[in-house]
């Protein structure tokens, strides 16, 4: 009877984590990918790519197994969250660039249930990099397939060496979506719960704020406006060293070390370009929903920037005109006109002259913030993730020794002469 309960509040458990996913939205992965996929920036063009140097003449609308390839990698972006059951990769699309690698991860308890649970992951560096770690099938459900790095790689290998239709066709499938399984994961470090070790099950949230709001001319005009794509010099050099990464370049599209140098001085005034990794900007210049500057968890962003304003807003409660406080911050780092949204009870304390006393008022985000924090973020995520798949496909094919095999005149593959 009692594992009849165990089992019974496991299954909830994962059922519940499965709908309220811990991830930009599914859906908002998939659009962000889409865009990336169909973009024309910094040179690059992957259906100018895939026509001019893969030989594929339809570019990104070309189809293997009746998806088109800029599908594919829009289906990748929703599948690194939510395939088939039970399902729980997302625990591992955290990176938190204040901590060491090991320790990077999810750690933390959530509360939504009557007793705490434990949630814990590795670092989304990791997770991407490794080539490994999708291996292990140690816990209920992960990985569903590895669509690390290394991985994918060796999909694009395979299909490209393959001698018959099937093969090519599926390392194709793998190749592309595994493309957008990784953007996901770049995307995810535009999130600050995601870089300031917070679980965000079944609240409204950053993520919650732009799923509702993505078809809004607001979200809309950020997102079909300029992404922000990172220095070329982000990729120019080695990457972390852990071994179980080997110093991919990738790895500093999450993290440069930038922000937080050896021996753990921060300096949020570093992570303000192009030239910082995203997850590094996120954490230093960004509150989550409970990592506010009450329970100094994080250093940055400090009260010593935090500016304070009221502002007339729409009552969120219905009709008229009310007053607001909010937090506005200038300095280390970037500016976010609204970091932070104040409770009156912080204002009233702040009026009567206590606030030397009570320099720590309790904070939440309201949908002011979350415009302010998708207008800076957003072009990130999507600038970054263009990266990622731009620096994937960045060599050349060596057309040196080998022979094309066609098929009507159509390059079907290369293979050594
Ligand atoms: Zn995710
Ligand atoms: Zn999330």
């Known amino acids: 009877m009692r594992r009849a309960i165990i089992f019974f509040a496991l299954i909830s458990v994962i059922l519940f984590i499965k709908q309220t996913a811990f991830a930009l939205d599914q859906q908002t992965h998939a659009a962000i ?14 259906n100018s790519y895939l026509t001019n140097n893969l030989g594929i003449e339809q570019g990104t609308d070309a189809s293997f197994n009746g998806e088109k390839i800029h599908l594919l990698i829009s289906l990748g972006g ?8 039970p399902y729980l990769r997302s625990l591992n699309h955290f990176h938190d660039p204040t901590k060491q690698l090991d320790q990077a991860g999810l750690d933390t308890y959530w509360r939504g249930l009557l007793l705490p649970v434990h949630l814990t992951g590795t670092s ?32 694009f290998y395979n299909a490209l060496i393959a001698t018959d239709e099937y093969t090519r066709t599926e390392n194709f499938v793998k190749c592309f979506t ?22 965000h099950i079944g609240n409204w949230n950053y993520e919650t704020w732009v799923a509702e709001t993505r078809n809004s001319t607001v979200v809309n005009n950020i997102l079909n406006g300029t992404p922000v794509i990172p220095y070329s010099t982000v990729l120019a050099q080695q990457g972390n060293t852990d071994p179980r990464i080997g110093g991919l370049p990738v790895s500093r599209l999450f993290d440069t070390g930038k922000f937080v140098a050896n021996g753990g001085h921060q300096d949020p005034g570093a992570t303000t370009g192009a030239d910082i990794g995203l997850a590094e900007f996120t954490n230093a210049n960004f509150f989550s929903e ?27 409660r219905g009709s008229g005109i ?32 206590h606030w030397q006393d009570y320099n720590n ?28 798949m731009q620096y994937f496909f960045r060599g050349q094919m060596d057309a040196v020794d080998a022979k094309a095999v066609t098929t009507n005149g159509k390059i079907r593959r290369v293979c050594q002469t």
């Open 322 to 353: 009310i007053t607001r406080f909010y937090y506005g911050k200038a300095g280390d780092g970037v500016t976010v006109p609204h970091l932070a949204a104040r409770t009156y009870f912080d204002y009233e304390y702040d009026r009567y002259n």
């Open 124 to 155: 989304s560096i990791l997770w991407a990099l490794s080539k490994d770690i999708q291996n292990n099938t140690s816990f209920i459900g992960i990985p569903a397939g590895n669509y690390s790095w290394p991985a994918t790689r060796d999909y």
């Open 78 to 85: 929703a599948y690194e969250d939510d395939r088939p059951l």
């Open 178 to 199: 595994g493309i957008g399984q990784l953007m996901h994961l770049v995307e995810d470090a535009s999130v600050p719960l995601h870089t300031r070790n917070e679980a």
């Open 361 to 388: 008022g309790p904070i939440f985000l309201d949908e002011t913030c979350y415009k302010d924090y998708a207008t800076l973020l957003l072009p990130r995520a999507e600038g970054y993730a263009f990266s990622l």
């Open 33 to 46: 990918n889409e865009i990336v996929a169909l973009g024309n920036f910094n040179n690059f063009s992957l």
């Open 290 to 316: 409970r990592t506010g500057n009450q329970n100094n968890k994080y250093d940055y962003p400090s009260n010593a920037v935090l500016n304070k304003f009221s502002e007339q807003i729409n009552d969120p």
